[in-house]
Protein backbone atom coordinates (compact mmCIF):
# COMPACT_ATOMS: atom_id res chain seq x y z
CA UNK A 1 0.00 0.00 0.00
CA UNK A 2 1.16 3.54 -1.03
CA UNK A 3 -0.28 6.51 0.06
CA UNK A 4 0.20 9.89 -1.19
CA UNK A 5 -0.80 13.06 0.75
CA UNK A 6 -1.49 16.20 -0.80
CA UNK A 7 -2.73 20.23 -0.65
CA UNK A 8 -0.76 21.25 1.90
CA UNK A 9 0.38 24.94 1.82
CA UNK A 10 0.49 28.49 3.48
CA UNK A 11 -2.17 30.21 5.02
CA UNK A 12 -3.14 32.84 6.97
CA UNK A 13 -5.50 32.77 9.80
CA UNK A 14 -8.86 31.93 9.21
CA UNK A 15 -8.30 30.15 5.70
CA UNK A 16 -8.92 26.79 4.42
CA UNK A 17 -7.19 24.12 3.12
CA UNK A 18 -8.06 20.66 2.26
CA UNK A 19 -6.04 17.61 2.47
CA UNK A 20 -5.93 14.45 -0.24
CA UNK A 21 -4.72 10.98 0.99
CA UNK A 22 -4.57 8.64 -2.11
CA UNK A 23 -3.68 5.43 -2.25
CA UNK A 24 -2.67 2.80 -4.54
CA UNK A 25 -2.59 -0.94 -3.94
CA UNK A 26 -5.63 -1.11 -1.60
CA UNK A 27 -9.42 0.12 -1.75
CA UNK A 28 -9.65 2.86 0.80
CA UNK A 29 -13.10 1.62 1.59
CA UNK A 30 -11.79 -1.49 3.37
CA UNK A 31 -9.57 0.35 5.84
CA UNK A 32 -9.73 3.16 8.89
CA UNK A 33 -8.42 6.02 7.55
CA UNK A 34 -6.63 8.80 9.89
CA UNK A 35 -4.55 12.37 9.71
CA UNK A 36 -2.49 12.91 12.03
CA UNK A 37 0.02 15.78 12.48
CA UNK A 38 3.67 16.78 14.01
CA UNK A 39 5.69 19.82 14.61
CA UNK A 40 9.12 19.27 15.34
CA UNK A 41 9.86 17.69 18.69
CA UNK A 42 6.36 16.42 19.35
CA UNK A 43 4.52 13.17 19.17
CA UNK A 44 2.38 12.35 16.43
CA UNK A 45 -1.15 14.08 17.07
CA UNK A 46 -4.30 12.49 15.93
CA UNK A 47 -6.61 15.35 13.71
CA UNK A 48 -9.62 13.06 12.45
CA UNK A 49 -10.07 9.06 11.06
CA UNK A 50 -13.01 7.44 9.85
CA UNK A 51 -13.95 4.02 10.28
CA UNK A 52 -13.25 0.75 8.32
CA UNK A 53 -16.08 0.18 6.29
CA UNK A 54 -18.21 3.03 7.07
CA UNK A 55 -18.29 6.64 7.06
CA UNK A 56 -18.27 6.83 11.01
CA UNK A 57 -15.77 10.09 11.55
CA UNK A 58 -13.97 11.10 14.82
CA UNK A 59 -11.94 14.14 15.48
CA UNK A 60 -9.44 15.35 18.06
CA UNK A 61 -10.83 17.72 20.26
CA UNK A 62 -8.73 20.77 19.09
CA UNK A 63 -10.07 20.35 15.39
CA UNK A 64 -13.79 19.31 16.13
CA UNK A 65 -16.29 21.59 14.48
CA UNK A 66 -13.45 22.91 11.86
CA UNK A 67 -11.89 20.04 10.17
CA UNK A 68 -14.31 17.51 8.40
CA UNK A 69 -12.69 13.75 7.14
CA UNK A 70 -14.84 12.55 4.44
CA UNK A 71 -14.01 9.38 1.97
CA UNK A 72 -14.53 8.91 -1.53
CA UNK A 73 -14.76 5.76 -3.22
CA UNK A 74 -14.92 6.24 -6.47
CA UNK A 75 -11.57 7.89 -6.45
CA UNK A 76 -10.45 6.03 -3.90
CA UNK A 77 -9.12 9.04 -1.56
CA UNK A 78 -9.83 10.80 1.52
CA UNK A 79 -9.95 14.07 2.21
CA UNK A 80 -9.65 16.86 5.47
CA UNK A 81 -11.34 19.71 4.89
CA UNK A 82 -9.72 22.22 7.21
CA UNK A 83 -11.40 25.53 8.07
CA UNK A 84 -10.73 28.52 10.21
CA UNK A 85 -7.23 27.38 10.55
CA UNK A 86 -5.13 28.38 13.36
CA UNK A 87 -1.54 29.19 13.98
CA UNK A 88 -1.33 26.38 16.13
CA UNK A 89 -2.65 23.83 13.25
CA UNK A 90 0.73 24.35 11.34
CA UNK A 91 2.55 20.70 11.14
CA UNK A 92 3.26 18.25 8.98
CA UNK A 93 -0.06 16.04 8.05
CA UNK A 94 0.33 12.53 7.67
CA UNK A 95 -2.40 10.25 6.46
CA UNK A 96 -2.69 6.69 7.65
CA UNK A 97 -4.00 3.43 7.44
CA UNK A 98 -5.05 0.38 9.53
CA UNK A 99 -6.12 -2.99 8.19
CA UNK A 100 -7.98 -3.84 11.72
CA UNK A 101 -11.46 -2.53 12.16
CA UNK A 102 -10.64 0.34 14.77
CA UNK A 103 -13.59 2.59 16.64
CA UNK A 104 -13.46 5.34 19.02
CA UNK A 105 -10.15 5.52 20.59
CA UNK A 106 -8.41 2.92 19.15
CA UNK A 107 -8.62 4.96 16.19
CA UNK A 108 -6.68 7.99 17.68
CA UNK A 109 -3.17 5.88 18.50
CA UNK A 110 -1.11 6.19 15.81
CA UNK A 111 0.94 2.76 16.55
CA UNK A 112 -2.54 1.33 15.36
CA UNK A 113 -1.81 2.35 12.18
CA UNK A 114 -0.04 -0.03 9.40
CA UNK A 115 0.75 2.37 6.34
CA UNK A 116 1.95 5.75 6.47
CA UNK A 117 1.94 8.74 3.89
CA UNK A 118 4.91 11.18 3.67
CA UNK A 119 3.68 13.91 4.88
CA UNK A 120 1.81 17.51 3.97
CA UNK A 121 3.34 20.58 5.34
CA UNK A 122 0.55 23.02 6.43
CA UNK A 123 1.58 26.40 7.93
CA UNK A 124 -0.59 29.38 8.97
CA UNK A 125 0.39 32.44 9.68
CA UNK A 126 -1.42 34.93 12.04
Known amino acids: VQLQASGGGSVQTGDSLRLSCAAS????????VGWFRQTPGKEREFVAA????????FYGDSVKVRFSISRDGAKNTVTLQMNSLKPEDTAVYYC????????????????????WGQGTQVTVSS
Open 50 to 57: IARGGDFP
Open 96 to 115: AVSQSTLWGTALTRASNYDY
Open 25 to 32: GRAFSRDS
